[in-house]
């Protein structure tokens, strides 16, 4: 099993970014999928959850409107969109799965790290 996020980086504020988490190992539409960013010096903050068929998608109230949430079961990749992306959101963001429909397994990615600055 592996989750890989990809897509961080340096970022100037106000820009845009794409996060992506392709998996491997497990049946991907079987999982939830789930981002969740750890800033410099904080605990875990969860972001966004989206159903295995992507029908739904849930946001942390702070984060709606900037933050957007997409799978692609067919190539077994989530995605995080941020747009109008402010220096608060520096963090290592992660991605994880979570079983919904044969077990409650959950699986962890190694995180991408995006720093906003000037």
């Known amino acids: 099993v592996q989750l890989v996020e990809s897509g961080g980086g340096l970022v100037q504020p106000g820009g845009s970014l794409r996060l992506s988490c392709v998996a491997s190992g497990f049946i991907f539409h079987d999982y939830a999928m789930n981002w969740v960013r750890q800033a410099p010096g904080k605990g875990l903050e969860w972001i966004s959850s989206i159903s295995g068929n992507g029908g739904s998608t849930y946001f942390n109230e702070s984060m709606k409107g900037r933050f957007s949430i997409a799978r692609d079961n067919a190539k077994n990749t989530l995605y995080l969109h941020i747009n109008n992306i402010k220096s608060e959101d520096t963090a290592v963001y992660y991605c994880?799965?979570?079983?919904?429909?044969?077990?409650?397994?959950?699986?962890w990615g190694r995180g991408t790290r995006v720093t906003v600055s000037s």
């Open positions: 994880y799965a979570e079983g919904v429909v044969a077990n409650d397994d959950i699986y």
